[in-house]
């Protein structure tokens, strides 16, 4: 994948672990690849700043990305509008009610914590991932202000007062959920590959 990759890089990576330095590499690869085909120009020449645990981003005028990975698998949005997107392995395997009972304030009521479903908290997660990568938000540092509602598909932070729409996508052995604005009919375009990291 290296020949895909510019020569900043290059040199980045080799200042990473060997796992971040493949991963790094790869992920920009795919990501230079699908703007590549989007944009009918060498992966080369994509200008994207895309730093170690940063967002990725482009130019202004040229959209906005986002990117996810898994195990096994990437995938990649573009949007002409701010874009969040997560993956996860639907096999994946957490105590759903102690996560749910860490992560997500409007879950700690424990009788209702023996209704939910390893699926339940699993989307949760993805959805609410997704927006803290719209925001370029923090993990640790948001997780806790985000409200998720299953019906209608809203998620609102509380602290900034933002609120986003959600997509939510089964594929396969993954799910996806996708973070926005837009209140009507969304088409993003999206490149799912499956991948051994």
Same mark, same amino acid.
């Given at each position: 994948m290296q020949d895909v990759a510019t020569v900043e890089e290059i040199k980045t990576a080799k200042n990473l672990s060997n796992?971040?330095?493949? &991963?790094?590499?790869?992920?920009?690869?795919?990501?230079?690849? @699908? #703007?590549?085909?989007?944009?009918?120009?060498?992966?080369?020449? &994509?200008?994207?700043?895309?730093?170690?645990?940063?967002?990725? @981003? #482009?130019p202004f005028g040229m959209g906005n990305i986002s990117l996810s990975h898994c195990k096994d698998a990437i995938t990649i949005v573009w949007h002409k509008s701010k874009i969040?997107?997560?993956?996860?392995?639907?096999?994946r395997n957490f105590n759903h009610i102690k996560f749910a009972e860490k992560y997500f304030f409007n879950t700690n009521n424990s009788i209702h914590n023996k209704y939910l479903t390893k699926d339940m908290i699993l989307n949760q997660?993805?959805?609410?991932?997704?927006?803290i990568k719209w925001d370029h938000g923090k993990l640790a540092k948001d997780i806790n202000h985000w409200q998720y509602f299953e019906k209608p598909k809203k998620l609102i932070h509380n602290k900034k007062n933002i609120h986003l729409n959600y997509s939510q996508i089964n594929f396969h052995n993954w799910t996806i959920a996708l973070?926005?604005?837009?209140?009507?009919?969304?088409?993003?375009?999206?490149?799912?590959?499956?991948?051994?990291?």
């Amino acid at each position: 994948m290296q020949d895909v990759a510019t020569v900043e890089e290059i040199k980045t990576a080799k200042n990473l672990s060997n796992s971040r330095s493949k &991963i790094f590499l790869e992920t920009r690869a795919y990501l230079r690849k @699908s #703007l590549s085909t989007l944009f009918d120009l060498n992966p080369l020449e &994509i200008p994207i700043n895309a730093h170690p645990g940063e967002p990725p @981003s #482009l130019p202004f005028g040229m959209g906005n990305i986002s990117l996810s990975h898994c195990k096994d698998a990437i995938t990649i949005v573009w949007h002409k509008s701010k874009i969040g997107i997560d993956i996860e392995r639907t096999d994946r395997n957490f105590n759903h009610i102690k996560f749910a009972e860490k992560y997500f304030f409007n879950t700690n009521n424990s009788i209702h914590n023996k209704y939910l479903t390893k699926d339940m908290i699993l989307n949760q997660w993805c959805a609410v991932e997704a927006a803290i990568k719209w925001d370029h938000g923090k993990l640790a540092k948001d997780i806790n202000h985000w409200q998720y509602f299953e019906k209608p598909k809203k998620l609102i932070h509380n602290k900034k007062n933002i609120h986003l729409n959600y997509s939510q996508i089964n594929f396969h052995n993954w799910t996806i959920a996708l973070a926005y604005e837009e209140k009507n009919s969304f088409n993003p375009e999206i490149i799912c590959s499956s991948k051994n990291f």
